[in-house]
Nanobody, 120 residues
Framework: QVHLVESGGGLVQSGGSLRLSCRAP???????????KGWYRQAPGKERDLVAS???????NYADSVKGRFTISRDNSRKTVYLQMNNLNPDDTGAYYC???????????WGQGTQVTVSS
């Protein structure tokens, strides 16, 4: 598994922006590059749902609720994946988790989570 370190959560007013970061400081570059990287959100009492993902080839995918507001990107040189979140609303509140997905399920990795709270 890959050690993932998340940062960037916080408290923001509705309409505001945040950028989440997920670093894989100990991963070798080929491992970082080969993973499908995703951000998941878990609201209190709810399941953990996919918010956005980016494949090894750069193809992105977004949940309908965040399309046009969130952007996932990666910087291979920094071994970091980002989630830029704009025009936040209270429904975006939750714990955000970074995930690296590999063909081998045993290698799938999760970050520790970072809390995002959007006040109305």
């Amino acid at each position: 598994q890959v050690h993932l370190v998340e940062s960037g959560g916080g408290l923001v007013q509705s309409g505001g922006s945040l950028r989440l970061s997920c670093r894989a400081p100990r991963a070798i570059l080929s491992t970082f590059s080969s993973a499908t990287k995703g951000w998941y959100r878990q609201a209190p009492g709810k399941e953990r749902d996919l918010v956005a993902s980016i494949g090894s080839g750069g193809v992105t995918n977004y949940a309908d609720s965040v399309k046009g507001r969130f952007t996932i990107s990666r910087d291979n040189s920094r071994k970091t994946v980002y989630l830029q979140m704009n025009n936040l609303n209270p429904d975006d509140t939750g714990a955000y988790y970074c995930n690296f997905h590999f063909d081998d399920p045993a290698s799938n990795s999760w970050g520790q989570g970072t809390q995002v709270t959007v006040s109305s």
